[in-house]
Nanobody
Framework: QDQLKESGGGSVQAGGSLRLSCAGSGYRYTDYCMAWFRQAPGKEREGVAAIDMDGSTTYAESVQDRFTISKDTAANTLYLQMRSLQPEDTAIYYC????????????????????WGQGTQVTVSS
């Protein structure tokens, strides 16, 4: 059974860094659009970043220049390097996948993805 599993979440102080990982079992990351979403308490799940088959990336404006999405296709692992974390980045972070090469303009829509991980908590204190 295909599965996505996130790891790397935790608690940090404002200004700190974390790197999230998403390991895919049964996936070929070269054939998928992959993304990170997050959901803060009481808020809708929102797209954070996405990466196409060829490695092209897209970011939400709120994380541009602070977060970096990348993937290791040999290891079937997706990453999200997060720097200069702020309390407003506190959320559960999810990885998502859809079997197409290009994420496209709807990359930040939950309905665009077929598969989801269970999430990992990130807490940033001031």
């Amino acid at each position: 059974q295909d599965q996505l599993k996130e790891s790397g979440g935790g608690s940090v102080q404002a200004g700190g860094s974390l790197r999230l990982s998403c390991a895919g079992s049964g996936y070929r990351y070269t054939d998928y659009c992959m993304a990170w979403f997050r959901q803060a308490p009481g808020k809708e799940r929102e797209g954070v970043a996405a990466i196409d088959m060829d490695g092209s990336t897209t970011y939400a404006e709120s994380v541009q220049d602070r977060f970096t999405i990348s993937k290791d296709t040999a290891a079937n692992t997706l990453y999200l390097q997060m720097r200069s974390l702020q309390p407003e980045d506190t959320a559960i972070y999810y990885c998502a996948a859809v079997s197409r090469y290009w994420c496209g303009g709807g990359w930040n829509s939950q309905s665009a993805y077929d598969d989801w991980g269970q999430g990992t908590q990130v807490t940033v204190s001031s």
